[in-house]
Protein backbone atom coordinates (compact mmCIF):
# COMPACT_ATOMS: atom_id res chain seq x y z
CA UNK A 1 0.00 0.00 0.00
CA UNK A 2 1.68 3.34 -1.22
CA UNK A 3 -0.55 5.66 0.85
CA UNK A 4 -0.55 3.52 3.69
CA UNK A 5 -0.10 6.39 6.48
CA UNK A 6 3.46 6.94 7.96
CA UNK A 7 1.83 7.49 11.59
CA UNK A 8 0.54 4.43 12.02
CA UNK A 9 4.34 2.56 11.14
CA UNK A 10 5.46 5.15 13.58
CA UNK A 11 3.37 3.48 16.27
CA UNK A 12 3.83 0.23 15.15
CA UNK A 13 0.54 -0.95 15.24
CA UNK A 14 -0.25 -4.42 14.32
CA UNK A 15 -1.86 -3.99 11.33
CA UNK A 16 -5.53 -3.52 11.34
CA UNK A 17 -8.46 -5.16 8.96
CA UNK A 18 -9.76 -2.38 6.01
CA UNK A 19 -12.83 -1.72 6.68
CA UNK A 20 -15.20 0.40 4.01
CA UNK A 21 -14.05 3.79 5.47
CA UNK A 22 -10.43 3.19 5.54
CA UNK A 23 -10.89 2.09 1.76
CA UNK A 24 -12.49 5.39 1.33
CA UNK A 25 -9.85 7.36 2.94
CA UNK A 26 -6.86 5.72 1.35
CA UNK A 27 -8.60 5.86 -2.04
CA UNK A 28 -8.94 9.66 -1.85
CA UNK A 29 -5.16 10.13 -0.68
CA UNK A 30 -3.93 7.97 -3.36
CA UNK A 31 -6.03 10.24 -5.58
CA UNK A 32 -5.07 13.31 -4.02
CA UNK A 33 -9.09 14.38 -3.59
CA UNK A 34 -8.18 16.65 -0.84
CA UNK A 35 -4.45 17.35 -1.63
CA UNK A 36 -5.14 20.91 -3.01
CA UNK A 37 -7.08 21.89 0.75
CA UNK A 38 -6.43 25.31 2.47
CA UNK A 39 -6.84 25.74 5.94
CA UNK A 40 -6.81 29.33 7.12
CA UNK A 41 -6.09 28.53 10.70
CA UNK A 42 -9.60 28.09 11.90
CA UNK A 43 -13.27 27.71 10.61
CA UNK A 44 -14.44 29.85 7.82
CA UNK A 45 -16.11 30.62 4.89
CA UNK A 46 -14.01 30.33 1.48
CA UNK A 47 -12.23 33.42 1.63
CA UNK A 48 -10.62 32.60 4.99
CA UNK A 49 -9.34 29.29 3.86
CA UNK A 50 -8.12 30.25 0.65
CA UNK A 51 -5.85 33.38 2.55
CA UNK A 52 -4.69 30.28 4.33
CA UNK A 53 -2.23 27.41 3.58
CA UNK A 54 -2.26 24.59 2.21
CA UNK A 55 -3.90 22.20 4.77
CA UNK A 56 -0.94 20.12 7.11
CA UNK A 57 -3.95 17.64 8.12
CA UNK A 58 -4.28 14.96 5.70
CA UNK A 59 -8.07 14.72 6.24
CA UNK A 60 -10.62 15.96 8.53
CA UNK A 61 -12.83 14.41 10.49
CA UNK A 62 -15.13 15.41 13.06
CA UNK A 63 -17.07 13.75 16.34
CA UNK A 64 -19.99 16.09 17.05
CA UNK A 65 -22.12 15.22 19.79
CA UNK A 66 -25.41 17.37 20.55
CA UNK A 67 -24.79 18.35 24.63
CA UNK A 68 -27.83 17.00 25.57
CA UNK A 69 -26.86 14.26 27.75
CA UNK A 70 -24.08 11.86 29.15
CA UNK A 71 -21.90 10.01 26.12
CA UNK A 72 -22.77 6.06 26.23
CA UNK A 73 -21.04 2.74 24.26
CA UNK A 74 -22.66 3.84 21.17
CA UNK A 75 -20.92 7.06 20.86
CA UNK A 76 -17.66 5.36 22.19
CA UNK A 77 -18.17 3.44 18.96
CA UNK A 78 -18.18 6.82 17.28
CA UNK A 79 -15.33 8.30 19.03
CA UNK A 80 -13.11 5.86 18.40
CA UNK A 81 -14.18 5.73 14.62
CA UNK A 82 -13.47 9.17 14.41
CA UNK A 83 -10.48 9.99 16.04
CA UNK A 84 -9.37 6.70 15.38
CA UNK A 85 -9.31 7.46 11.70
CA UNK A 86 -8.18 10.82 11.40
CA UNK A 87 -4.99 9.59 14.30
CA UNK A 88 -4.45 6.75 11.40
CA UNK A 89 -4.31 8.92 8.44
CA UNK A 90 -2.16 11.83 9.25
CA UNK A 91 -5.06 13.77 9.87
CA UNK A 92 -6.73 15.45 12.53
CA UNK A 93 -10.59 14.90 14.14
CA UNK A 94 -12.39 18.28 15.22
CA UNK A 95 -14.47 17.88 18.98
CA UNK A 96 -17.67 19.99 17.98
CA UNK A 97 -20.76 20.81 20.45
CA UNK A 98 -23.45 20.40 18.12
CA UNK A 99 -25.55 23.15 19.99
CA UNK A 100 -27.77 24.45 17.33
CA UNK A 101 -31.12 23.37 19.61
CA UNK A 102 -31.17 26.22 22.30
CA UNK A 103 -33.71 24.16 24.54
CA UNK A 104 -31.78 20.94 25.57
CA UNK A 105 -28.39 21.60 25.61
CA UNK A 106 -26.63 22.31 29.18
CA UNK A 107 -22.54 23.00 29.92
CA UNK A 108 -22.64 20.35 32.48
CA UNK A 109 -22.74 17.41 29.53
CA UNK A 110 -20.32 19.56 27.73
CA UNK A 111 -17.78 18.84 30.01
CA UNK A 112 -18.70 15.04 30.78
CA UNK A 113 -18.39 14.81 26.94
CA UNK A 114 -14.77 16.30 26.72
CA UNK A 115 -13.46 14.01 29.64
CA UNK A 116 -15.04 10.75 27.81
CA UNK A 117 -13.43 11.45 24.69
CA UNK A 118 -10.11 12.17 26.81
CA UNK A 119 -10.63 9.01 29.48
CA UNK A 120 -10.83 6.95 25.65
CA UNK A 121 -7.35 8.44 24.88
CA UNK A 122 -8.22 10.68 21.99
CA UNK A 123 -7.74 14.48 22.17
CA UNK A 124 -8.54 17.08 19.03
CA UNK A 125 -5.19 18.54 18.72
CA UNK A 126 -2.93 18.82 15.79
CA UNK A 127 0.00 20.84 15.32
CA UNK A 128 -0.44 21.94 18.78
CA UNK A 129 -3.21 23.65 17.69
CA UNK A 130 -7.01 22.73 19.29
CA UNK A 131 -9.94 21.94 17.27
CA UNK A 132 -12.29 22.34 19.88
CA UNK A 133 -15.74 24.05 18.44
CA UNK A 134 -19.24 24.58 19.18
CA UNK A 135 -21.32 24.93 16.09
CA UNK A 136 -23.14 28.13 17.70
CA UNK A 137 -20.06 29.92 17.00
CA UNK A 138 -21.36 29.74 12.90
CA UNK A 139 -24.80 30.88 13.67
CA UNK A 140 -23.63 34.44 11.19
CA UNK A 141 -21.98 31.98 8.49
CA UNK A 142 -25.28 30.11 8.50
CA UNK A 143 -27.27 32.93 8.54
CA UNK A 144 -25.58 34.16 5.68
CA UNK A 145 -25.37 30.58 3.78
CA UNK A 146 -29.82 31.19 3.99
CA UNK A 147 -29.44 34.80 2.41
CA UNK A 148 -27.48 33.48 0.14
CA UNK A 149 -29.97 30.62 -1.22
CA UNK A 150 -32.76 33.22 -0.70
CA UNK A 151 -30.65 35.50 -3.13
CA UNK A 152 -30.37 32.53 -5.73
CA UNK A 153 -33.83 31.72 -5.32
CA UNK A 154 -33.28 28.38 -3.49
CA UNK A 155 -35.19 29.38 -0.36
CA UNK A 156 -38.16 30.61 0.64
CA UNK A 157 -39.97 31.81 4.03
CA UNK A 158 -43.32 29.91 4.02
CA UNK A 159 -46.03 31.08 6.57
CA UNK A 160 -48.33 27.69 5.88
CA UNK A 161 -49.71 26.49 8.99
CA UNK A 162 -47.67 23.67 10.60
CA UNK A 163 -51.15 21.41 9.26
CA UNK A 164 -50.97 22.71 6.00
CA UNK A 165 -47.43 21.83 5.84
CA UNK A 166 -47.78 18.42 6.74
CA UNK A 167 -50.73 17.76 4.38
CA UNK A 168 -48.68 19.22 1.39
CA UNK A 169 -46.00 16.94 2.24
CA UNK A 170 -47.15 14.22 0.70
CA UNK A 171 -46.19 10.66 1.20
CA UNK A 172 -44.33 7.64 -0.37
CA UNK A 173 -46.90 7.11 -2.91
CA UNK A 174 -48.10 10.90 -3.28
CA UNK A 175 -46.04 14.11 -4.54
CA UNK A 176 -46.38 16.59 -2.21
CA UNK A 177 -48.15 20.44 -3.00
CA UNK A 178 -46.42 23.44 -3.73
CA UNK A 179 -46.85 25.90 -0.82
CA UNK A 180 -49.03 29.06 -1.70
CA UNK A 181 -46.03 31.12 -0.48
CA UNK A 182 -43.74 29.34 -2.83
CA UNK A 183 -43.29 31.95 -5.26
CA UNK A 184 -42.08 34.72 -2.97
CA UNK A 185 -40.14 37.49 -4.90
CA UNK A 186 -36.56 37.35 -3.40
CA UNK A 187 -37.01 40.61 -2.18
CA UNK A 188 -39.87 39.27 -0.28
CA UNK A 189 -38.65 36.76 1.29
CA UNK A 190 -35.08 38.85 2.20
CA UNK A 191 -37.52 40.89 4.14
CA UNK A 192 -39.22 38.36 5.29
CA UNK A 193 -36.50 36.57 6.78
CA UNK A 194 -35.15 39.79 8.42
CA UNK A 195 -38.30 40.00 10.42
CA UNK A 196 -37.79 36.01 11.34
CA UNK A 197 -34.77 37.35 12.73
CA UNK A 198 -35.41 40.69 14.50
CA UNK A 199 -38.29 38.89 16.49
CA UNK A 200 -41.18 40.56 15.02
CA UNK A 201 -43.19 36.89 14.38
CA UNK A 202 -43.78 34.57 16.90
CA UNK A 203 -42.27 30.84 17.28
CA UNK A 204 -44.23 28.40 14.39
CA UNK A 205 -45.37 31.38 12.35
CA UNK A 206 -43.30 30.95 9.53
CA UNK A 207 -39.79 29.00 8.61
CA UNK A 208 -37.52 29.25 5.91
CA UNK A 209 -37.66 26.42 3.80
CA UNK A 210 -34.70 25.27 0.81
CA UNK A 211 -36.75 25.39 -2.82
CA UNK A 212 -36.46 21.81 -4.29
CA UNK A 213 -38.89 19.91 -5.61
CA UNK A 214 -41.89 18.88 -3.48
CA UNK A 215 -42.38 15.86 -6.21
CA UNK A 216 -39.32 14.55 -5.22
CA UNK A 217 -39.16 10.81 -4.72
CA UNK A 218 -36.85 11.61 -1.00
CA UNK A 219 -39.60 13.32 1.15
CA UNK A 220 -36.38 15.12 2.29
CA UNK A 221 -35.70 16.90 -0.46
CA UNK A 222 -39.25 18.46 -0.69
CA UNK A 223 -38.72 21.71 0.43
CA UNK A 224 -36.70 21.02 4.18
CA UNK A 225 -37.51 23.49 6.44
CA UNK A 226 -33.45 25.29 6.82
CA UNK A 227 -34.61 27.89 9.67
CA UNK A 228 -37.02 28.20 12.52
CA UNK A 229 -38.13 30.95 15.11
CA UNK A 230 -37.65 29.92 18.72
CA UNK A 231 -37.55 32.65 21.10
CA UNK A 232 -35.63 30.87 23.45
CA UNK A 233 -32.03 31.35 25.68
CA UNK A 234 -29.37 29.19 24.12
CA UNK A 235 -26.49 28.32 26.84
CA UNK A 236 -23.86 29.78 24.44
CA UNK A 237 -25.52 32.83 22.51
CA UNK A 238 -28.01 33.89 25.04
CA UNK A 239 -31.19 35.97 23.49
CA UNK A 240 -28.65 36.53 20.60
CA UNK A 241 -30.88 34.36 18.23
CA UNK A 242 -34.47 33.47 17.87
CA UNK A 243 -33.60 32.04 14.75
CA UNK A 244 -31.89 29.00 14.81
CA UNK A 245 -31.09 26.28 11.39
CA UNK A 246 -32.49 22.72 11.50
CA UNK A 247 -30.50 20.49 11.80
CA UNK A 248 -29.84 19.21 8.43
CA UNK A 249 -29.33 22.34 7.23
CA UNK A 250 -26.82 22.99 10.21
CA UNK A 251 -24.45 20.17 10.17
CA UNK A 252 -23.17 20.26 6.31
CA UNK A 253 -22.47 23.61 6.85
CA UNK A 254 -20.36 23.30 9.76
CA UNK A 255 -18.59 20.48 8.33
CA UNK A 256 -17.78 22.87 5.38
CA UNK A 257 -16.29 25.68 7.46
CA UNK A 258 -14.21 23.37 9.24
CA UNK A 259 -12.89 22.17 5.96
CA UNK A 260 -13.54 18.23 7.16
CA UNK A 261 -13.08 16.17 4.10
CA UNK A 262 -15.03 12.58 5.34
CA UNK A 263 -17.96 13.17 7.35
CA UNK A 264 -18.76 9.98 9.47
CA UNK A 265 -22.24 9.25 10.82
CA UNK A 266 -25.00 7.05 11.37
CA UNK A 267 -27.84 5.41 9.16
CA UNK A 268 -30.15 7.43 9.90
CA UNK A 269 -28.93 9.95 8.13
CA UNK A 270 -28.17 8.30 4.59
CA UNK A 271 -31.63 9.32 3.79
CA UNK A 272 -30.51 13.57 4.35
CA UNK A 273 -27.22 12.52 2.00
CA UNK A 274 -28.84 14.25 -0.87
CA UNK A 275 -29.86 17.35 0.98
CA UNK A 276 -26.33 17.84 2.38
CA UNK A 277 -24.84 17.36 -1.04
CA UNK A 278 -27.27 19.32 -2.77
CA UNK A 279 -27.16 22.01 -0.02
CA UNK A 280 -22.95 22.29 -0.13
CA UNK A 281 -23.18 23.08 -3.90
CA UNK A 282 -25.59 25.51 -3.82
CA UNK A 283 -23.37 26.93 -1.28
CA UNK A 284 -19.83 26.62 -3.34
CA UNK A 285 -21.61 27.83 -6.45
CA UNK A 286 -22.67 31.23 -4.27
CA UNK A 287 -19.00 30.98 -2.75
CA UNK A 288 -19.19 31.08 0.57
CA UNK A 289 -17.74 27.87 0.59
CA UNK A 290 -14.93 26.05 -0.69
CA UNK A 291 -14.87 23.03 -3.09
CA UNK A 292 -13.66 20.42 -2.53
CA UNK A 293 -17.14 20.27 -0.66
CA UNK A 294 -16.75 17.58 2.62
CA UNK A 295 -18.75 14.45 1.83
CA UNK A 296 -21.05 11.74 4.46
CA UNK A 297 -20.87 8.42 4.65
CA UNK A 298 -22.69 6.84 7.14
CA UNK A 299 -22.25 3.26 9.37
CA UNK A 300 -24.45 1.41 11.52
CA UNK A 301 -24.77 2.32 14.66
CA UNK A 302 -24.43 0.33 17.73
CA UNK A 303 -26.88 -1.94 19.17
CA UNK A 304 -25.61 -3.83 22.13
CA UNK A 305 -27.61 -6.63 23.79
CA UNK A 306 -28.99 -6.12 27.35
CA UNK A 307 -28.33 -2.37 26.61
CA UNK A 308 -30.81 0.87 26.50
CA UNK A 309 -28.85 3.46 24.06
CA UNK A 310 -31.17 5.81 23.79
CA UNK A 311 -30.34 8.85 26.22
CA UNK A 312 -34.09 9.41 27.18
CA UNK A 313 -34.35 5.97 28.77
CA UNK A 314 -31.54 5.94 30.43
CA UNK A 315 -32.58 9.24 31.70
CA UNK A 316 -35.89 8.19 32.83
CA UNK A 317 -33.66 4.62 34.98
CA UNK A 318 -31.91 7.88 36.90
CA UNK A 319 -35.68 9.74 37.34
CA UNK A 320 -37.25 6.66 38.91
CA UNK A 321 -33.87 5.81 40.76
CA UNK A 322 -33.49 2.18 39.21
CA UNK A 323 -29.86 3.61 38.87
CA UNK A 324 -28.49 6.03 41.13
CA UNK A 325 -27.10 8.34 38.16
CA UNK A 326 -25.18 8.36 35.32
CA UNK A 327 -21.91 6.93 36.86
CA UNK A 328 -23.64 4.20 38.16
CA UNK A 329 -21.78 0.77 37.37
CA UNK A 330 -24.74 -0.61 35.77
CA UNK A 331 -25.67 2.43 33.04
CA UNK A 332 -23.96 1.56 29.39
CA UNK A 333 -22.67 5.92 29.75
CA UNK A 334 -18.99 6.02 29.72
CA UNK A 335 -18.58 7.46 32.99
CA UNK A 336 -20.84 4.16 34.28
CA UNK A 337 -18.70 2.02 32.45
CA UNK A 338 -15.58 3.46 33.85
CA UNK A 339 -16.83 3.27 37.01
CA UNK A 340 -17.49 -0.32 36.68
CA UNK A 341 -13.99 -0.96 35.77
CA UNK A 342 -13.81 -0.97 31.87
CA UNK A 343 -10.94 0.35 30.81
CA UNK A 344 -10.36 2.51 27.87
CA UNK A 345 -8.09 0.20 26.00
CA UNK A 346 -10.73 -2.25 26.50
CA UNK A 347 -13.23 -0.14 24.63
CA UNK A 348 -11.39 0.74 21.94
CA UNK A 349 -10.50 -2.99 21.42
CA UNK A 350 -14.42 -3.47 21.25
CA UNK A 351 -14.94 -0.86 18.86
CA UNK A 352 -12.19 -2.49 16.76
CA UNK A 353 -12.91 -6.24 16.56
CA UNK A 354 -16.50 -4.97 16.03
CA UNK A 355 -15.46 -3.11 12.69
CA UNK A 356 -17.97 -0.78 10.97
CA UNK A 357 -20.75 -1.87 8.79
CA UNK A 358 -23.67 -0.46 6.90
CA UNK A 359 -25.88 -2.91 8.03
CA UNK A 360 -27.52 -2.54 11.16
CA UNK A 361 -27.36 -5.60 13.53
CA UNK A 362 -26.68 -6.41 17.24
CA UNK A 363 -23.75 -7.33 19.24
CA UNK A 364 -23.80 -9.67 21.70
CA UNK A 365 -22.63 -8.23 25.09
CA UNK A 366 -19.95 -11.03 26.14
CA UNK A 367 -17.85 -9.22 22.94
CA UNK A 368 -17.68 -6.74 24.95
CA UNK A 369 -16.62 -8.83 28.02
CA UNK A 370 -14.65 -10.53 26.01
CA UNK A 371 -12.57 -7.59 25.12
CA UNK A 372 -12.59 -6.26 28.58
CA UNK A 373 -10.96 -9.78 29.76
CA UNK A 374 -8.46 -10.10 27.06
CA UNK A 375 -7.69 -6.36 27.83
CA UNK A 376 -7.28 -7.15 31.90
CA UNK A 377 -5.74 -10.32 31.89
CA UNK A 378 -2.59 -9.39 30.79
CA UNK A 379 -2.65 -6.57 33.50
CA UNK A 380 -4.37 -7.06 36.52
CA UNK A 381 -3.00 -8.02 39.78
CA UNK A 382 -4.23 -11.03 41.34
CA UNK A 383 -6.06 -11.10 44.99
CA UNK A 384 -7.36 -13.85 47.12
CA UNK A 385 -10.47 -12.96 48.00
CA UNK A 386 -13.35 -15.16 50.26
CA UNK A 387 -16.91 -13.65 49.20
CA UNK A 388 -19.18 -16.10 50.79
CA UNK A 389 -17.03 -16.71 54.14
CA UNK A 390 -17.31 -19.98 55.88
CA UNK A 391 -14.43 -20.94 58.75
CA UNK A 392 -12.55 -23.40 58.13
CA UNK A 393 -10.91 -24.88 61.56
CA UNK A 394 -7.45 -27.01 61.32
CA UNK A 395 -7.48 -28.73 64.35
CA UNK A 396 -4.08 -30.07 64.17
CA UNK A 397 -2.68 -27.22 63.58
CA UNK A 398 -1.22 -26.20 67.02
CA UNK A 399 0.12 -29.78 67.58
CA UNK A 400 1.91 -29.90 64.45
CA UNK A 401 3.32 -26.06 63.44
CA UNK A 402 3.08 -24.65 67.49
CA UNK A 403 0.28 -23.14 68.91
CA UNK A 404 -0.81 -19.61 67.49
CA UNK A 405 2.25 -19.99 64.70
CA UNK A 406 1.36 -18.29 61.49
CA UNK A 407 2.97 -19.51 58.90
CA UNK A 408 4.52 -17.11 55.73
CA UNK A 409 2.69 -17.66 52.13
CA UNK A 410 2.94 -16.17 48.79
CA UNK A 411 1.61 -15.72 45.89
CA UNK A 412 2.67 -13.98 42.69
CA UNK A 413 1.18 -10.48 41.85
CA UNK A 414 0.79 -11.58 38.51
CA UNK A 415 1.42 -15.38 37.50
CA UNK A 416 3.08 -14.42 34.10
CA UNK A 417 5.09 -11.41 35.21
CA UNK A 418 7.32 -12.69 37.70
CA UNK A 419 8.99 -8.92 37.71
CA UNK A 420 5.91 -7.67 39.14
CA UNK A 421 7.01 -9.82 42.72
CA UNK A 422 4.53 -11.61 45.03
CA UNK A 423 2.16 -10.96 47.73
CA UNK A 424 2.50 -12.00 51.09
CA UNK A 425 0.58 -13.37 53.72
CA UNK A 426 -0.48 -16.02 56.42
CA UNK A 427 -1.90 -19.28 56.93
CA UNK A 428 -2.61 -20.06 60.86
CA UNK A 429 -5.16 -22.57 62.26
CA UNK A 430 -8.30 -20.64 61.28
CA UNK A 431 -9.37 -19.38 57.90
CA UNK A 432 -12.06 -18.43 55.72
CA UNK A 433 -13.07 -20.14 52.65
CA UNK A 434 -16.12 -20.19 50.28
CA UNK A 435 -19.42 -21.47 51.39
CA UNK A 436 -20.02 -23.70 47.94
CA UNK A 437 -15.96 -25.68 48.39
CA UNK A 438 -17.49 -27.65 51.19
CA UNK A 439 -20.17 -30.44 50.62
CA UNK A 440 -21.01 -32.39 53.82
CA UNK A 441 -22.34 -34.96 51.00
CA UNK A 442 -20.64 -34.87 47.83
CA UNK A 443 -22.36 -34.47 44.65
CA UNK A 444 -21.34 -36.34 41.88
CA UNK A 445 -18.09 -35.06 40.31
CA UNK A 446 -17.32 -32.31 43.22
CA UNK A 447 -13.84 -33.12 44.54
CA UNK A 448 -13.62 -29.88 47.02
CA UNK A 449 -13.81 -30.25 50.85
CA UNK A 450 -16.01 -33.22 52.00
CA UNK A 451 -15.41 -35.60 55.05
CA UNK A 452 -12.77 -37.67 54.02
CA UNK A 453 -11.34 -35.93 50.85
CA UNK A 454 -8.22 -33.77 50.17
CA UNK A 455 -7.91 -30.82 48.82
CA UNK A 456 -4.86 -28.01 48.90
CA UNK A 457 -4.79 -24.51 49.82
CA UNK A 458 -3.65 -22.53 47.57
CA UNK A 459 0.03 -21.27 48.07
CA UNK A 460 -0.20 -23.33 51.27
CA UNK A 461 -0.92 -26.95 52.58
CA UNK A 462 -2.96 -29.79 51.81
CA UNK A 463 -5.11 -30.54 54.32
CA UNK A 464 -7.76 -33.15 54.32
CA UNK A 465 -11.17 -33.01 55.73
CA UNK A 466 -12.97 -34.42 59.34
CA UNK A 467 -16.31 -32.97 59.45
CA UNK A 468 -18.50 -29.86 60.08
CA UNK A 469 -20.02 -27.92 62.92
CA UNK A 470 -23.29 -26.62 62.35
CA UNK A 471 -25.79 -24.56 64.71
CA UNK A 472 -29.04 -25.33 66.18
CA UNK A 473 -30.85 -24.25 62.87
CA UNK A 474 -29.13 -27.31 61.31
CA UNK A 475 -26.49 -24.67 59.44
CA UNK A 476 -22.96 -25.37 59.04
CA UNK A 477 -20.81 -22.69 60.73
CA UNK A 478 -17.45 -24.42 60.52
CA UNK A 479 -15.39 -27.04 58.54
CA UNK A 480 -12.62 -28.84 60.30
CA UNK A 481 -9.44 -30.20 59.27
CA UNK A 482 -6.46 -31.68 59.33
CA UNK A 483 -3.38 -30.49 57.90
CA UNK A 484 -0.89 -32.32 56.58
CA UNK A 485 2.53 -32.03 57.08
CA UNK A 486 5.67 -31.15 54.36
CA UNK A 487 3.25 -30.26 51.63
CA UNK A 488 3.55 -26.77 51.62
CA UNK A 489 3.45 -25.17 47.92
CA UNK A 490 7.10 -24.51 46.66
CA UNK A 491 8.58 -26.79 49.01
CA UNK A 492 10.77 -29.77 47.71
CA UNK A 493 8.16 -32.93 48.08
CA UNK A 494 5.14 -30.81 48.18
CA UNK A 495 3.32 -32.74 45.46
CA UNK A 496 4.14 -35.97 47.00
CA UNK A 497 0.10 -36.22 48.34
CA UNK A 498 -1.91 -36.04 44.82
CA UNK A 499 -5.10 -33.83 45.43
CA UNK A 500 -8.10 -33.11 42.86
CA UNK A 501 -9.53 -29.94 44.20
CA UNK A 502 -7.26 -26.13 45.28
CA UNK A 503 -9.46 -23.76 47.16
CA UNK A 504 -8.84 -20.12 47.61
CA UNK A 505 -8.65 -19.21 51.33
CA UNK A 506 -7.50 -15.95 53.60
CA UNK A 507 -6.37 -16.36 57.04
CA UNK A 508 -9.00 -15.00 59.81
CA UNK A 509 -6.51 -13.17 61.88
CA UNK A 510 -5.07 -11.06 59.06
CA UNK A 511 -8.46 -10.94 56.72
CA UNK A 512 -9.51 -7.18 55.39
CA UNK A 513 -13.38 -6.81 55.56
CA UNK A 514 -14.61 -5.34 51.95
CA UNK A 515 -17.61 -4.19 50.57
CA UNK A 516 -18.23 -5.92 47.43
CA UNK A 517 -20.92 -4.66 44.49
CA UNK A 518 -21.65 -7.55 42.68
CA UNK A 519 -23.28 -5.99 39.57
CA UNK A 520 -25.38 -8.21 37.16
CA UNK A 521 -27.33 -6.93 33.43
CA UNK A 522 -29.71 -4.44 34.06
CA UNK A 523 -31.84 -6.06 32.19
CA UNK A 524 -33.30 -10.06 31.59
CA UNK A 525 -34.20 -9.62 27.98
CA UNK A 526 -31.19 -9.80 25.26
CA UNK A 527 -33.50 -6.15 23.06
CA UNK A 528 -35.42 -4.71 26.18
CA UNK A 529 -36.76 -2.19 24.11
CA UNK A 530 -37.81 -4.29 21.59
CA UNK A 531 -40.77 -4.06 19.28
CA UNK A 532 -41.62 -0.87 21.72
CA UNK A 533 -41.77 -2.87 24.43
CA UNK A 534 -41.11 -0.62 28.01
CA UNK A 535 -38.06 -1.77 29.00
CA UNK A 536 -38.83 -0.84 32.79
CA UNK A 537 -40.95 -4.23 32.23
CA UNK A 538 -37.41 -6.20 31.75
CA UNK A 539 -35.43 -4.83 34.62
CA UNK A 540 -33.39 -7.25 36.48
CA UNK A 541 -34.24 -7.55 40.31
CA UNK A 542 -31.05 -8.41 41.16
CA UNK A 543 -28.70 -6.17 38.94
CA UNK A 544 -27.04 -5.36 42.22
CA UNK A 545 -26.49 -7.59 45.35
CA UNK A 546 -24.04 -5.66 48.46
CA UNK A 547 -22.02 -8.41 50.28
CA UNK A 548 -19.11 -8.16 52.76
CA UNK A 549 -15.91 -10.53 52.03
CA UNK A 550 -12.76 -10.85 52.81
CA UNK A 551 -9.56 -10.26 51.50
CA UNK A 552 -5.86 -11.10 51.82
CA UNK A 553 -4.34 -7.96 53.50
CA UNK A 554 -2.46 -6.68 50.68
CA UNK A 555 -5.20 -5.59 49.36
CA UNK A 556 -6.31 -2.78 51.79
CA UNK A 557 -3.13 -0.47 50.37
CA UNK A 558 -4.80 -0.15 46.78
CA UNK A 559 -5.13 3.16 45.54
CA UNK A 560 -9.45 4.06 44.23
CA UNK A 561 -9.58 2.90 40.51
CA UNK A 562 -7.02 -0.11 40.34
CA UNK A 563 -8.45 -3.24 38.64
CA UNK A 564 -7.69 -6.99 40.25
CA UNK A 565 -8.77 -10.31 39.17
CA UNK A 566 -10.00 -11.98 42.18
CA UNK A 567 -8.99 -15.84 42.11
CA UNK A 568 -11.19 -18.11 41.01
CA UNK A 569 -14.20 -15.20 41.47
CA UNK A 570 -13.50 -12.63 38.24
CA UNK A 571 -12.08 -8.75 37.87
CA UNK A 572 -13.14 -6.28 40.27
CA UNK A 573 -12.12 -2.76 40.55
CA UNK A 574 -11.80 -0.72 43.87
CA UNK A 575 -14.58 2.11 43.11
CA UNK A 576 -13.62 5.47 42.06
CA UNK A 577 -16.12 7.48 44.25
CA UNK A 578 -16.65 5.29 47.35
CA UNK A 579 -13.38 3.66 47.89
CA UNK A 580 -10.53 4.37 50.73
CA UNK A 581 -8.62 2.49 53.06
CA UNK A 582 -10.89 3.17 55.91
CA UNK A 583 -13.61 1.76 53.89
CA UNK A 584 -12.71 -0.23 51.34
CA UNK A 585 -15.04 -0.79 48.06
CA UNK A 586 -14.71 -2.95 45.09
CA UNK A 587 -17.46 -3.25 42.00
CA UNK A 588 -17.20 -7.07 40.09
CA UNK A 589 -16.40 -5.68 36.72
CA UNK A 590 -16.97 -9.24 35.10
CA UNK A 591 -16.57 -12.62 35.76
CA UNK A 592 -13.27 -15.03 34.32
CA UNK A 593 -15.87 -16.62 31.62
CA UNK A 594 -18.56 -15.96 30.11
CA UNK A 595 -21.23 -17.50 32.19
CA UNK A 596 -23.93 -16.11 35.14
CA UNK A 597 -22.65 -17.78 37.93
CA UNK A 598 -20.06 -15.75 40.01
P1 LIG B 1 -29.14 9.44 21.53
O1 LIG B 1 -30.02 8.73 20.57
O2 LIG B 1 -28.62 8.58 22.63
O3 LIG B 1 -29.68 10.74 22.02
P2 LIG B 1 -27.70 10.86 19.58
O4 LIG B 1 -27.48 10.19 18.29
O5 LIG B 1 -28.77 11.87 19.66
O6 LIG B 1 -27.83 9.76 20.70
P3 LIG B 1 -25.56 12.70 19.39
O7 LIG B 1 -25.09 13.54 20.48
O8 LIG B 1 -26.33 13.33 18.31
O9 LIG B 1 -26.39 11.55 20.09
O10 LIG B 1 -24.42 11.78 18.80
C1 LIG B 1 -23.10 12.16 18.52
C2 LIG B 1 -22.53 11.17 17.56
O11 LIG B 1 -22.56 9.86 18.10
C3 LIG B 1 -23.33 11.13 16.28
O12 LIG B 1 -22.43 11.21 15.19
C4 LIG B 1 -24.06 9.84 16.33
O13 LIG B 1 -24.26 9.33 15.05
C5 LIG B 1 -23.13 8.97 17.18
N1 LIG B 1 -23.89 7.92 17.86
C6 LIG B 1 -24.93 8.07 18.70
N2 LIG B 1 -25.40 6.88 19.09
C7 LIG B 1 -24.64 5.93 18.49
C8 LIG B 1 -24.61 4.49 18.48
N3 LIG B 1 -25.49 3.76 19.17
N4 LIG B 1 -23.66 3.87 17.74
C9 LIG B 1 -22.75 4.59 17.05
N5 LIG B 1 -22.72 5.93 17.01
C10 LIG B 1 -23.65 6.60 17.71
MG1 LIG C 1 -28.96 13.42 18.27
Known amino acids: MTNSPSTSKDQAQPLKPSNFLRQIIENDLSSGTYANRRWGGSPGDAAHHQAGKQDPAKVRLRFPPEPNGYLHIGHAKSICINFGLAKEYGGVCHMRFDDTNPEKEDTEYVNSILDAVQWLGFDWQFNNTSHLYQASDYFESMYKAATILIESGYAYVDEQSAQEMKDNRGDFSKPGVNSRFRHRSVSENLKRFQEMRDGILSDGSAVLRAKIDMAHPNINMRDPAIYRIRHATHHHTGDKWCIYPMYTFAHPIEDALEQITHSVCTLEFEDQRPFYDWLLERLIEGKLLSAPAPRQYEFARLNLTYVLTSKRKLRQLIEENHVTGWDDPRMPTIVGLRRRGYTPESLRLFAERIGVSKSDSWIDYSTLEIALRDDLDPKASRASVVLDPLRLNITNWDAVMGEGHLEPCKAPVHPHLPERGHRHFNLGSQVWIEGADFQETPVKGFFRL ?37 TKSGTPGSDSVKVKGVITWVGVQ ?77 NKITGLKDQFNS
Open 450 to 486: FPGNKVRLKYGYVIECTGCKKNEAGEIVEVLALLIPD
Open 510 to 586: EAAKIEVRMYDRLFTEAQPDAGGRDPLTTLNPNSLKVISAYAEPSLLSCASDERFQFERHGYFVSDRLDHSQARPVF
